[in-house]
Each structure stands twice: as C-alpha cells, then as structure tokens.
T-cell receptor
C-alpha cells in the first residue's frame, strides 16, 4: 500500500463547479499535511497547509481527519486557471521532514 | 528574491554515462532536499541535507546515486553509469529549517537514451 494515496483523475469539471479531492495516508504518526499545486512541466508550489481545525483560503478549503487518516481539498467556483495537478503531501516530522507525495490528482476546468 | 535554481534544465545522456545535476537553494536555507519525479507520479524523496551533512539518504535507489553539499549551500546530485530507468525530472527543494515550507526548483529533466 502506498503511503499517500490519491485518485489520479482526471477530474473534468465545468467552470463554476465545486470539486473535491480526497487523499489517504498510512502513517498515523504523520504530523504535517499540505496541498501542493503543480502545473504541467513546472515545479510543485504550496497551495495550502492543512490543519485539524480545517482552513480556508478564498475558494479553497482543506480538511484533515486524523482518525480516518484522510485529507481533503474543496475548490468552489472553479476557474479555468485552476486546471493543474493537485498533490497531497504528508510530512512525518520524524527528523527528516521529508515530504511524501501522492501521485497527484489532475483537474481540468472546462469553459 | 531569487528562488531555487537548478542546472541544467534538460540533460540528455547515453546509457552508462556519468551526470551531475546542480541545485542552488534559496540563500540562507539550511535544509536541502532532492526528489525524483517520474511521469504520472508524485515526487519521491531521495536525500536530505541539513547544512553540509546528508542527514537522510534513505531514498537513494542504489549506490550509483550520490549527492554532496560541501559548503552547506549548492548541492550536486551525481549519477554514475546511468540507466534508462533513471530518466525522470530531478527536483531540488530548500527550506529555512527542516520544519519550514519547502520551496522547489524548476527541476532538471534527465533523459537517458
């Protein structure tokens, strides 16, 4: 079983739609969680950190469920510019603080 | 300010050759990471430096891969006797400290023919 699992998609949604991605992780000791965005042939960039209390940044909402070991990302009012791959990232804070990435979920927002 | 830079942006080599990939982290960042990303996959951890020392090299796939960071800034990833399976994008990331956000460079796309 992969340490971080995501549905690779693609998710094809019309502009203005709401779309949600989920991600599960296997290491219950994981401490830090993130969503990164990666455009085609570009480097990953931090979209937002994920906290147990949930957090929102404009049209984006991230949630963490430690008991079920899953992380979610909700995008409201999708824009064409949201088309990208969304990477779920777990950092187990074991001393290395290396990032463990999911495979990424591809999103295409259609006009 | 300047972000993480990596050179070359693309490298095409033949099977069996030796390659070096360079990473210039953000100034003042003590933590430096190398990841490898294959097509359709997320990045996979290779090695982590804190300062000059490799604090965790558990992700290096085999002894053909080696990395250095002699002065605690620039890092070089070295691959000996390249194989076609080494073809991937090699990403470097740096952070102010190990618990801080990692910033990624644009990557080096390595193609082994």
């Amino acid at each position: 079983r992969k340490e971080v699992e995501q549905d690779p998609g693609p998710f094809n949604v019309p502009e203005g739609a709401t779309v949600a991605f989920n991600c599960t992780y296997s290491n219950s000791a994981s401490q830090s969680f993130f969503w990164y965005r990666q455009d085609c042939r570009k480097e990953p960039k931090l979209l937002m950190s994920v906290y147990s209390s949930g957090n929102e940044d404009g049209r984006f909402t991230a949630q963490l469920n430690r008991a079920s070991q899953y992380i979610s990302l909700l995008i409201r009012d999708s824009k064409l510019s949201d088309s990208a791959t969304y990477l779920c990232v777990v950092n187990d804070d074991s001393g290395t603080y290396k990032y463990i990435f999911g495979t990424g979920t591809r999103l295409k927002v259609l006009a | 300010g300047a972000g993480v830079s990596q050179t070359p942006s693309n490298k095409v080599t033949e099977k069996g050759k030796y390659v070096e990939l360079r990473c210039d982290p953000i100034s003042g960042h003590t933590a430096l990471y190398w990841y490898r990303q294959s097509l359709g996959q997320g990045p996979e951890f290779l090695i982590y430096f804190q300062g000059t020392g490799a604090a965790d090299d558990s992700g290096l796939p085999n002894d053909r891969f080696f990395a250095v960071r002699p002065e605690g800034s620039v890092s070089t990833l070295k691959i000996q006797r390249t194989e076609r399976g080494d073809s991937a994008v090699y990403l470097c990331a740096s952070s102010f400290g190990p618990t801080n956000e990692q910033f990624f460079g644009p990557g080096t796309r390595l193609t082994v023919l």
